[in-house]
């Protein structure tokens, strides 16, 4: 069988050798890969690195392991993976014909009807449509996420985008922001319309390094969690920010949410949108779940004590 290798940064070919097992030829993807044909994919990175292979991996169909190297490991970690040693084992697991107790359909979100998608220009391509596969947002996270991009990569990959959150925390500026929700026809109908610190769309309950922005959130539910975080003053978002980390903080009359199949966010100038940690676009944009959309490689979830974390979701409207 032959599989396929994508390398993020500071990854070589010796990290790769543990990898190469009977029966599995594993060969270096080059740029712009279509995985067609391959029985499986690796992941060498973070939530980055995932971020720009997810369009490839939903159109092959390709089930891939994630090898948490990257500064950001929250999709890994969601699939209960937290090493390279640990991801070893499963793919060993894999490669010896485990291949139906190792891997599970999951959800990806896509952005739909993108402005000045950065990702869609560069790829030359007629259609705006951007996956991503933990979460989706803009306002302070935007602001935070372009400050960590501008990180020197050790300082992100030990709590970088803390620092920035919190600087973003200090100085942020609240913007006033319009989500809307379909009605049972499917027809838009507003939600909130006010001035929002933020507006944090996730398929996964945690992003940029472990904050639980979205605590109930599921992988394989059918469902996006929006968390909506209402204008406030600098004391007030220090004091929520420990409650986010810890996904404490949907009680909070400062914080909306609910779970919806998709949505469109509205604002009076553009406003710059990130997804995985990554520039997407700027809005308008609608957002909408795509259910099954990947097939991922994970510890075994039949009964193994390395069971991955798909949080069952409690109730729709906070």
């Known amino acids: 069988m032959r599989a396929a290798a994508v390398l993020g940064l500071g990854i070589t070919d010796r990290d790769l050798a543990p990898f190469r097992l009977p029966g599995m030829e594993l060969t270096q993807a080059p740029r712009g890969s279509d995985f067609a044909g391959c029985a499986a994919v690796l992941i060498f990175g973070g939530d980055g690195t995932l971020h720009h292979q997810l369009s490839a991996l939903v159109k092959s169909k390709a089930p891939f392991l994630v090898v948490p190297t990257g500064s950001g490991n929250d999709f890994a970690a969601g699939c209960g993976i937290r090493s390279r040693e640990q991801a070893l084992r499963i793919w060993q697991s894999f490669c010896q014909g485990a291949a139906r107790e190792h891997s599970r359909a999951v959800d990806a979100g896509v952005i739909v009807g993108a402005q000045d998608s950065l990702m869609e220009q560069s790829a030359g391509s007629s259609t705006s449509q951007l996956f991503f596969c933990n979460a989706t947002g803009t306002g302070l996270d935007a602001t935070a996420n372009r400050a960590a991009n501008r990180q020197p990569r ?65 992988f394989d539910d059918g469902k996006l969690d929006v968390c909506f975080i209402r204008a406030s003053t600098r004391w007030e978002r220090l004091t929520l920010f420990p409650q986010v980390i810890r996904g404490r903080h949907l009680g909070s009359p400062l914080v909306k949410s609910v779970q919806t199949e998709r949505l469109r966010i509205e604002t009076a100038s553009p406003m710059d949108c990130y997804a995985d940690g990554e520039f997407a676009c700027r809005t308008p944009l609608e957002i909408r779940v795509v259910p099954g959309a990947l097939r991922v490689i994970t510890a075994n979830v039949q009964g193994s004590q390395q069971q991955p974390h798909f949080p069952a979701v409690g109730g729709v409207l906070h």
Request: proline share 5%; hydrophobic share 45%.
């Open 154 to 218: 050790w300082l992100r990959a030990h709590g970088g985008y803390f620092v920035s959150a919190l600087s973003a925390i200090a100085f942020y500026q609240s913007s006033t922001i319009r989500v809307l929700l379909p009605d049972a026809g499917g027809q838009w109908t507003e939600w909130l319309h006010e001035p929002a610190t933020l507006v944090a769309v996730a398929n996964n309950g945690s992003y940029g390094g472990g904050i639980r922005i979205a605590p109930e959130a599921a």
